[in-house]
């Protein structure tokens, strides 16, 4: 085994939190599963796997109080009862087993909550609109309901205490009850809960107080904070009032983890925010307190990590992404294996778990959510289970996954690629505006196949069938992708435009990244609604062509509301000066005027422009695959065991599906699959009553 680089060392050194010490300065931060209290088993094996791949701390996602604060289509966790200590027995269970400290964040909603799960009516600081906007205000807290929400805390962290948990949270931030207690603009309160910073600040300290009572020794109480003030521009905070609260509690927990008011900054995309960009908020906490400090940043580089211990700005590096793409993150620190550390791409899918409120999924590891129901692990794939051969073409996330997986479990893999460069959509969207880190999907999988002796790569190999049968491999995997639509068909328009051309003047996104750019001012047709129309926008721009961008959603990139960049993504397009037009699909080009048509009332108006660039819909690269099914059956003699696609030659997806196409070929190649129930489900079930 290699050893850990001793520049690594300070990473691997305990730290106390209060009457605990954990083993180690990575901190898995509370993060969202999108499985909560509705799969405690799917959850805590997904928690179980960061403690086994050396986290030292790892947290729950926010964990409800009381019924009075739900947030279903959310599934978030909660200690409401005996049931929830037992679900979250299995999770501190796990996390011990390997030396690792749980942590459990205690979490009011108030006019966050929607409360259509409990019925309950939501409580604020003050009588306040519902944060989301859903048409259920919430109530003014009067005395009492202070009194009570302190006695529901107090009762959930005794439960935390007896679920195992090591550490309990005050959580004081994120826009939820507490933080508008802090919040002038919300506390409008005029009894001993408002007005002073000392009166808004009395609800925390009271809540950090009676936990610390409730939970004695046996639990450090840990408090989610953020650093800075509202209303301060990207990257520039305004730290003023916030940092008199935290001096004035500095010393009253036993951790603080640090977080900013901007949720689209703290967990930015990759495509507008870098590793550590925290740091500049995080300037003055360590001055005031002399207890443990974490925050987060997407630190996936270990010089990162000890740089930011040694500048004295954290104690412990926080993750939520980082360790969700490499639940191993610490262990192949540890073992100096640093090349093989899976970084997460800043793309934000996993988050789009918690928004829809289903499993977490990940571009970067498909096991995630996969631990307990499939019986997937992020490093440990059963070794095969025959001599087979295999040919894959095709060297997208879908046919790089499938090798390297299937290179793992010890098959002779041959990866056919019709191009000079493996990666296949991850090289070609990796070059776009804003990108660069999704080429890491592409180099985490080269980087492992390269090592593998048992797996033969060919470049410049355009592959027909004959070529496919010539190689006479026993499964045959076609990963071949698929291709942008340049017909105007899509969600909006569900057959092709007949007036769209000429075609010299039609663009696809496949175009565009093979160099191919139109000249004059053009319109960009997003009925895609993620994010390959405003980077193409932005590549337009940097050209400048002239870009309007038309969509019939009501917001541009509106899909990108899940991934928490949607805002974003709209104010750039708004600094770059595209014009934009929504609620409107294309209804035809004529190389002189685009005919638009409003999807409420049906109404068409003209825009003079010299191109379209459609992003609407792919057609699947399957051409092979039929091919060499009717090859196969006309011909006698060799007869491949199975031919297979898999990734965006089977159906297109997002990057995250093709690397999970592959990942799972190569899990259920020669094993028992029963086709009807692949994976066990995490539900309840009904006693007989
Ligand atoms: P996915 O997202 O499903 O992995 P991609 O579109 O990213 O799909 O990748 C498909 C890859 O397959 C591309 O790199 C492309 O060059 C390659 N490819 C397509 N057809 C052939 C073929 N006939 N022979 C070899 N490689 C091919
Ligand atoms: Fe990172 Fe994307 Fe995975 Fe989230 S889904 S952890 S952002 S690679």
Not at 187 to 216: K, W
Request: proline letters at 5%; glycine letters at 8%.
């Amino acid at each position: 085994m290699h050893k850990r680089d001793p520049r690594y060392d300070v990473l691997f050194e305990p730290v106390k939190i209060g009457p605990l010490t954990a083993k180690n300065r990575f901190y898995q931060v509370p993060h969202c599963t999108g499985l909560g209290w509705l799969r405690p088993r799917m959850v805590a094996a997904l928690r179980g796997m960061k403690a086994e791949g050396g986290w030292g701390v790892v947290c729950t996602e926010y964990c409800s109080i009381h019924p009075a604060s739900d947030d279903l289509p959310h599934p978030y966790a909660s200690l409401w009862d005996q049931g929830d200590i037992r679900a979250h027995s299995m999770m501190t269970d796990l996390v011990h087993e390997h030396g690792s400290l749980a942590g459990a964040e205690l979490w009011v909603g108030g006019a966050r909550s929607t409360n259509l799960f409990s019925n309950e009516v939501a409580m604020d600081v003050a009588s306040l609109p519902n944060s989301i906007a859903i048409p259920y205000q919430a109530r003014a807290m009067d005395k009492s309901d202070i009194r009570e929400l302190r006695r529901w805390h107090r009762n959930a962290a005794l439960r935390a205490r007896d679920a195992g948990f090591d550490i309990v949270y005050v959580y004081a931030t994120h826009h939820y009850l507490l933080s508008h207690f802090l919040s002038a603009k919300t506390n409008t309160r005029t009894d001993e809960y408002g007005g002073s910073l000392e009166n808004r600040v009395r609800l925390v300290r009271e809540l950090i107080e009676e936990t610390r009572d409730a939970v004695g020794d046996r639990c450090a109480v840990a408090v989610r904070f953020s650093a800075d003030d509202e209303g301060g521009k990207d990257g520039d905070p305004v730290i003023n009032e916030h940092r008199d609260m935290l001096e004035m509690l500095a010393e009253l927990p036993d951790l603080w983890d640090i977080n900013i008011q901007d949720y689209s900054r703290e967990m930015g995309a990759s495509r507008f925010i870098k590793e550590g960009s925290l740091e500049a908020y995080m300037s003055y906490v360590k001055s005031i307190t002399s207890k443990p400090v974490v925050t987060v940043g997407r630190f996936t580089s270990p010089d990162t990590m000890v740089s930011q211990v040694n500048r004295g700005i954290v104690d412990f590096i926080g993750a939520a992404r980082p360790s969700i793409a490499d639940p191993f993150l610490p262990r192949k620190i540890e073992e100096g294996r640093i090349d093989e550390i899976r970084e997460c791409i800043g793309c934000n899918v996993c988050y789009t778990g918690d928004s829809t409120g289903t499993p977490i999924r990940c571009t970067q590891n498909p096991t995630i959510s996969e631990e307990w129901r499939r019986g997937w692990h992020p490093e440990k794939i059963a070794p095969k289970g025959s001599d087979s051969s295999i040919l894959v073409v095709g060297s997208g996330p879908a046919g790089l996954e499938a090798t390297r997986a299937l290179g793992r479990r010890g098959y002779h893999v041959m990866l056919a690629e019709a191009e000079h460069t493996l990666g296949g959509r991850v090289s070609r969207e990796s070059s776009l505006p804003g990108l660069g880190e999704w080429a890491r999907v592409r180099n985490y999988r080269v980087h492992e196949i390269q090592q593998m002796e048992n797996v033969d790569v060919y470049f410049d190999n355009q592959m027909d069938a004959e070529h496919v049968l010539a190689v006479e491999a026993n499964h045959i995997v076609i990963a071949t992708g698929a291709s942008w639509q340049a017909d105007g068909r899509g969600l909006f328009n569900k057959t092709p435009l007949t007036e769209l051309g000429p075609a010299e003047q039609v663009f696809t996104p496949d175009d565009i990244m093979a160099g191919r750019l139109p000249a004059g001012p053009t319109l960009i047709y997003d009925d895609d609604h993620y994010y390959m129309s405003s980077v193409i926008a932005e590549l337009l721009c940097a050209q400048n062509i002239p870009v309007t961008l038309v969509t019939p959603e009501t917001i541009v990139s509106a899909w990108g509301a899940k991934t928490s960049e949607q805002s974003r993504v709209q104010r750039r397009l708004m600094e770059l000066d595209v014009q934009l037009i929504t609620s409107h699909g294309l209804a035809g080009f004529n190389g002189r005027e685009a005919q638009i048509e409003c999807t409420y009332t049906g109404a068409r108006k003209n825009l003079a422009v010299e191109a379209i660039v459609t992003v609407t819909m792919r057609s699947p690269n399957d051409s092979l695959f039929h091919e060499l099914q009717q090859a196969v059956d006309s011909t006698g003699g060799y007869q491949p065991d199975s031919i297979t696609r898999i990734g965006d030659c089977l159906a297109p997806s997002i990057i995250a599906g093709a690397v999970f196409s592959g990942h799972r070929y190569a899990r259920e190649l020669d094993t028992e699959v029963d086709p009807d129930n692949r994976m066990k489900y995490d539900r309840v079930f009904f006693d007989d009553e």
